[in-house]
């Protein structure tokens, strides 16, 4: 089934991302302004597969009306093409996609995810089963390579051998993991050398991004993972821009409010012991763009329980709760939670 998008527009997505990407959290871009696609954590097909109920309900729950793509990260063609099968069950489940970038060492040493990067030809294998079993739409979300982007031509390569419909491409490398500037240059090549639509993810921070990156590559889309969850308005935004209308600019009054529905999304699943923690999670990326010197970042990180959790989020963003959230994340910060609020 050819891609549900045009190579000549600028469909959106928001990006698969584990433990963040489930349906309440999907839920809140109907309010703050849906993608047109989006992307669920990845079913891990082995032997002893299950398709886990959560990722089910995210994908099923299709929000603002919008198709939700199922993800498989695995290396066993049998597997794959036999959930494959059994996925193409679900009426409602049009879209598949193969993981070829996941960057964590516990992953990639089981030769999935990103792993696969190191083994052209079994990426083969695993599209022609693949494509034996699924007649939806079918996609591969890749990095550039394994250890340097100069492998990518060859991966393009093998991936296109059994063609998918189209192909997200991460312009960094497994080694990279999410740092370092990402490398567009390989997504204009990947447009010029194939004939399906390529959307181009890595660091879409901005409306000004997601035009530069158009421009200069060609690519028929975008897709924001962190920079959805720190900027919950960007798909609005780059609808409002592709429009040539007024681009809303979301204030730190606005933050708080989208602060209260992801509490509320984690307070209602019931069950989380440490529901501070995980809305630091979160808040690990909305710190971005609250203040330049990363003091809230700074304070939220030591704060203990949820209310006092809270009490910090009121007084950097309700104080005066009329000044403009940052556009782009505050240059230096750093999202991962282990280090402090300024990047070495
Ligand atoms: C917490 C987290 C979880 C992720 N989980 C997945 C995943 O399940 N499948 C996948 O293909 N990519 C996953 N990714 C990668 C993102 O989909 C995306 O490719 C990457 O973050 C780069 O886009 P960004 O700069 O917009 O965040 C994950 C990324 C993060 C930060």
């Known amino acids: 089934m050819p891609a549900p998008f045009s190579k000549s527009g600028c469909a959106t997505f928001l990006a698969p991302m584990q433990d963040i990407s489930d349906a309440p959290f999907m839920a809140i871009f109907a309010d703050f302004g849906s993608p047109d696609f989006y992307v669920a954590e990845y079913f891990r097909i082995h032997e002893y597969y299950e398709f886990e109920a959560s990722i089910m309900r995210a994908i099923m729950s299709r929000p603002c009306g919008r198709p939700v793509c199922a993800q498989f990260i695995g290396e066993d063609e049998f597997y794959m093409a036999k959930a494959a099968a059994q996925l193409g069950k679900y009426p409602e489940i049009t879209m598949l996609d193969l993981n070829l970038g996941c960057p964590a060492p516990k992953i990639y040493r089981k030769n999935v995810g990103g792993g696969l ?35 990518f031509p060859k ?19 497994v080694r990279q993991l999410y740092r370092g500037a990402p490398d567009y240059k390989y997504i204009a090549y990947a447009v010029k050398h194939s004939d399906i639509p390529i959307i181009a993810n890595g660091d879409i921070v901005s409306c000004g991004r997601v035009r530069e990156v158009l421009d200069s ?7 924001c993972g962190r920079q959805a969850v720190r900027n919950p308005w960007i798909f609005r935004q780059i609808k409002e821009m592709l429009e040539g209308s007024d681009i809303f600019r979301p204030t730190l009054g606005d933050v708080r409010l989208y602060i209260d529905r992801l509490s509320r999304n984690i307070l209602a699943k019931g069950g989380v012991l440490h529901a501070d923690s995980v809305l630091k999670k979160f808040l690990n990326f909305v710190g971005l763009g609250v203040d330049p010197r990363g003091e ?29 959230f940052a556009d782009t994340p505050y240059p230096g910060l750093c999202s991962r939670p282990n280090h402090e609020a300024i990047c070495q």
């Open 117 to 151: 990067l190191r083994n052209p030809d079994k990426i083969k294998s695993l599209m022609r089963a693949l494509r034996s079993e699924w007649g939806g739409c079918l996609s591969v979300k890749m990095r550039l390579g394994f250890e340097s982007a100069l492998e």
């Open 296 to 324: 809230f970042l700074y304070c939220m990180r030591r704060a203990r329980g949820m209310s006092e959790l809270l009490k910090v989020c009121d007084a950097f963003l309700l104080r005066d709760p009329s000044i403009p």
């Open 217 to 223: 590559t060609s690519c028929a889309g975008v897709m």
């Open 155 to 173: 991966l393009l390569d093998a991936v296109l051998e059994n063609p998918p419909d189209f192909i997200t491409v991460h312009a960094r490398t």
